[in-house]
């Protein structure tokens, strides 16, 4: 087939289609690659600087899986990238782009980013980026899942899907910078692995305040702070006196600290005012709405696990707060879209995984129907004579 032939894609489509004929499990394409049928799926190969690549088009239709290989094949010939300069590029450099990329966007996650680059470095770090294929990052899962990995002084076998995820997508994000500045043409694909542990922690009012009553004086207004707001404990710790406008008695929250980059705005009221008065009183020359003895506050974990045990809750996530909020706002009758603003949400499917319905919510919730519901003896009828 001419490179400059002028017909409609759909009309080259028809034309290989004739050419190729429409029958058999594998069907090479003379300038293409092949397409292959597995199952009832066709999947597509070619090669990317005599790098063989394989991809499903997730479909039965043998039309769907000659296009898509047509369009991987064309986006490679529209590539301009020296196939030489392009198989010098390291996964190193590359994961220093990422680490450069979350440094100069100030995203505030960069210490969790380095964290979860260890394992992708040494899984990768040393290889060319064209040698890191889909096989390659399949086996990368199956690792992670089955490392052990440190717990305190003992060591457990896998790490949390949820976890894998986090490192599979900065693996992803590290391929589509270099494919965006240039330096690589194709990236490979990266599936997540799919999340079945969506954790459903929460706690209720009386439970919550045997917690505050545990907790060291420093730390109680901020778990106050977090049960009522539903901010995450980075956003609360980061509050400066300049983030308050105690005449309108309103709090801002800074792009710069927020986790979703857009600024937050609440009003505080009630026990979220009491807060702030007391937070005020105890201010000295501290520009943190919460510190310990002057000092910013970075991190609680042992002390809040403490007091979590000894509130006869152990386990529970200081993230756990923030669906705990959720829950009571809902439970309030609060409108989804002011709880969502309140919270910092910026989808409905991330609030509804934060909402969780606890047995007494469904217990109350079949009680309100029963008694909405006619009785049995108003169904009966009197029997005539």
Request: hydrophobic residues 40%; proline residues 4%.
């Amino acid at each position: 087939m001419d490179d400059n032939d002028t017909a409609t894609p759909s009309a080259m489509v028809d034309q290989l289609l004739t050419e190729i004929g429409s029958k058999g499990q594998r069907v090479h394409v003379p300038g293409f690659g092949t397409l292959m049928l597995r199952g009832r799926i066709w999947w597509i190969r070619y090669s990317v600087h005599g790098q063989r690549r394989e991809e499903s088009c997730k479909s039965p239709e043998q039309r769907k899986a000659l296009r898509l290989l047509r369009k991987r094949v064309e986006e490679r010939k529209g590539s301009h990238i020296n196939p030489a300069a392009e198989a010098r590029v390291r996964m190193d450099a590359m994961f220093d782009a990422l680490e450069k990329d979350y440094q100069d966007n100030g995203r505030r996650s960069l210490t969790t980013l380095t964290a979860r680059l260890r394992p992708l470095r040494d899984a990768f770090g040393s290889d060319r980026a064209i040698d890191v294929t889909a096989a390659r990052i399949e086996h990368y899962k199956t690792d992670r899942l089955a490392a052990r990995r440190p717990v305190g002084i003992a060591q457990t076998k896998g790490y949390a899907r949820a976890s894998v995820n986090r490192e599979l997508a900065a693996l992803r994000r590290a391929f589509a910078i270099a494919v965006d500045q240039g330096r690589i043409s194709v990236a490979p694909r990266v599936r997540l692995l799919a999340e079945h542990n969506a954790r459903q922690g929460f706690v209720t009012p009386p439970v919550f305040a045997g917690i505050v009553d545990a907790l060291p004086e420093y730390l109680k207004d901020i778990a106050r702070f977090s049960y009522r707001s539903g901010w995450r404990k980075g956003e609360v710790l980061t509050l400066e006196w300049s983030d308050v406008d105690r005449e309108g008695q309103r709090i801002t929250l800074r792009r710069e600290h927020s986790k979703t980059g857009e600024p937050r705005t609440i009003p505080f009221v009630g026990e979220l005012g009491a807060i702030i008065a007391r937070r005020w009183e105890a201010r000295g020359d501290s520009p943190y709405v919460f510190h310990h003895n002057g000092r910013p506050i970075r991190g609680f974990r042992k002390a809040w696990a403490t007091a979590c045990k000894a509130a006869g809750k152990p386990g529970l996530l200081f993230h756990d707060l923030r669906r705990s909020a959720v829950r009571n706002l809902v439970a309030a009758g609060v409108d989804q879209a002011v709880a969502m603003r309140i919270t910092g949400h910026k989808t409905v499917s991330v609030f509804q995984r934060y909402r969780i319905v606890a047995d007494d919510d469904l217990r109350a919730a079949l009680a309100r129907t029963e008694a909405a519901m006619p009785s049995a003896n108003e169904h009966k009828r009197p029997i005539s004579d």
